[in-house]
């Protein structure tokens, strides 16, 4: 076996290759030829935002994303904005609602600022579709064709959890900026010449919160819908605090480029960061996405200086002998990590670093994490408790603790 040789669209515009993804992500081996519903990577994170105009200068400003391709009035969509970001291979589609009476403002104020689809890159859509819905999936738009000057892209989309869904692309036969109802379109924004070309390189997983009894369920769909694989469980008291706790399990697709943790509350003495998301969000969602880097050092540093609050690490992470004797040597010294508050966790294939970002939006719901791989394919439990202590802290200063 060897690992997949298939590169999406968006990671051959990035110039990326499969030794830099390995290192990015963690790919592994894997048999494509054995798996029902392949897939090449991830296509586009579709965000539905209040002001998506607003939203994307952020992405651009703060973030250094590329802005590639624009929908909206101008160009015959009478519903809504839509802004396509870019960097390295992560895409971000973000829409923001224009019709008072449409299904996009009525979303937001349901749920304010979040994912509405994680779309997947596929070889086959009609194939992928056929056996999601022999599984039993709900299949929300049948297989179709959209095509414009640039070529043809074939779609179809599937239902996941809360409100969220897996948009199928196939865009083997199209040219154009993303896909046909889009222009391309350039942020008037000048990069600084010592700016870094990108702050992140891929996108390294999705993490989902549902409802208590309902992970395994979701963990149980996308193994048999889409043929993924269990990946990591993490219960009990190596992720709970003294006040809360939570359960998570991870399922991935065969190389590992597609991974999505879920979570669920568990008791605890009381509420928990994924009841808190639950009760903001108003339904299951996307928690936060993880972001791939090369360096998360100038990437936390840039980040920082343009205004980004990242969760608190307390001194006492960095000076803990367990820590120090369990994480060994890192590219990082310990006290570069300390004064940003990285975290780093290391397993039996190599270490990682990672740190996260405070909610982006006025509701205590989605974040970030930008992650640097070093070898390990982990999630960083060795982290957790420090982490969700953090997130504790937070929540108490917002009175839903």
């Known amino acids: 076996m060897s690992i997949d040789d298939t590169l999406t669209s968006q990671e051959r515009l990035a110039e990326l290759d499969r030794d830099q993804l390995r290192q990015l992500v963690g790919l592994v081996e894997y048999d494509a030829g054995s798996d029902p519903f392949p897939l090449t990577g991830w296509d586009a994170v579709v965000w539905a935002v209040g002001n998506a105009t607003q939203a994307a200068l952020f992405h651009q400003v703060v973030l250094g994303m590329e ?18 970001l870019r960097s390295g291979a992560v895409r971000f589609v973000l829409k923001g609602g224009v019709d008072p009476a449409g299904p996009l403002l009525d ?24 056996h999601a819905r022999a599984q039993g999936a709900t299949v ?36 154009g900026p993303y ?20 702050l992140f390189q891929a996108l390294d997983h999705v993490v989902g919160n549902v409802e208590l009894g309902r992970m395994d369920e979701w ?16 219960v009990g008291e190596d992720i709970a605090t003294d006040y809360s706790a939570l359960m998570s399990k991870v399922v991935a697709s065969g190389n590992h480029r597609v991974k999505f943790p879920l979570n669920e509350p568990a008791i605890g003495r009381k509420r928990s960061q994924i009841d808190e998301y639950l009760d903001f969000y108003t339904s299951p969602g996307v928690q936060h996405l993880a972001l791939a880097t090369s360096d998360i050092l100038t990437t936390v540093d840039t980040l920082r200086a343009r205004g980004v609050e990242f969760l608190a690490t307390p001194d006492s992470y960095y000076s803990d002998p367990e820590l120090r004797a369990r994480i ?74």
């Open 179 to 198: 896909l046909p109802g889009y222009v391309a379109r350039t942020g008037t924004r000048v990069r600084a010449a010592d700016e870094p070309r990108r």
């Open 107 to 130: 979303h937001h104020r349901r749920h304010g600022d979040g994912v509405v689809d994680v779309a997947l890159e596929v070889p086959d859509v009609d194939r992928c579709v056929a």
């Open 328 to 401: 060994g040597e890192v590219r990082v010294p310990i006290e570069e990590l300390r004064s940003r508050g990285i975290l780093v966790d290391r397993d039996e294939d190599g270490y990682l670093l990672q740190i996260f970002t405070k909610p982006l939006g006025d509701r205590p719901t989605l974040f970030f994490e930008f992650i640097e791989r070093h070898g390990s394919l982990g999630f960083g439990i060795g982290n957790f408790k420090a982490l969700f202590e953090a997130i504790e802290r937070e929540q108490a200063k917002r009175g839903n603790f």
């Open 219 to 234: 963990v149980d769909f996308y193994r048999r819908v889409m043929g993924f694989t269990n990946m990591a469980e993490f």
């Open 140 to 175: 929300l738009e049948e297989p179709h064709e959209l095509t414009d000057e640039h070529g043809t892209v074939r779609l179809a989309a599937i239902a996941a959890y809360g409100e969220t869904r897996h948009t199928l692309v196939d865009r083997s036969r199209y040219t």
């Open 67 to 84: 802005l590639v391709a624009y929908s909206g009035p101008e160009t015959g969509n009478r519903d809504h904005h839509a802004y396509v």
